[in-house]
């Protein structure tokens, strides 16, 4: 089993930045895959980012709508992936949840929420103009 631990979160102006962490437990063999998705009032929720872990390269995909803003990164070491999120605009407003698969999807392309076993409980962000 996988536990995900989302922290972060809050409320920024326009241009502001976040980082938020996901602190993972449970086997590493679990979570070849950590994603971010977010999910705004009224919409679906949708990948914004992902990140494989268990390959030398890191191998990161993006939403389209954040990439040159937001980085996916990972510590192994400390079983804890983030994501900074730069230039942050109201459009980024949504509770941001972290998920973690065993298969490798993320390796060719960014998985869908259909993708992903393992979710945390989310963390809010606010942006406001």
């Known amino acids: 089993q996988v536990q995900l631990v989302e922290s972060g979160g809050g409320s920024v102006q326009a241009g502001g930045s976040l980082r938020l962490s996901c602190a993972a437990s449970g086997r590493s063999s679990e979570r070849k895959c950590m994603g971010w998705f977010r999910q705004a009032p009224g919409k679906g929720r949708e990948g914004v980012a992902s990140?494989?872990?268990?390959?030398?390269?890191?191998?990161?995909y993006y939403d389209d709508s954040v990439k040159g803003r937001f980085t996916i990164s990972r510590d192994n070491a400390e079983n804890t992936v983030y994501l900074q999120m730069n230039s942050l605009e109201p459009e980024d407003t949504g509770m941001y949840y972290c998920?973690?698969?065993?298969?490798?999807?993320?390796?060719?392309?960014?998985?869908?929420?259909?993708?992903?076993?393992?979710w945390g409980q989310g963390t809010q962000v606010t942006v406001s103009s």
């Open positions: 990140i494989a872990t268990d390959i030398g390269s890191a191998t990161t």
């Open positions: 998920a973690a698969d065993p298969a490798p999807a993320c390796r060719w392309r960014l998985p869908g929420s259909s993708d992903y076993k393992y």
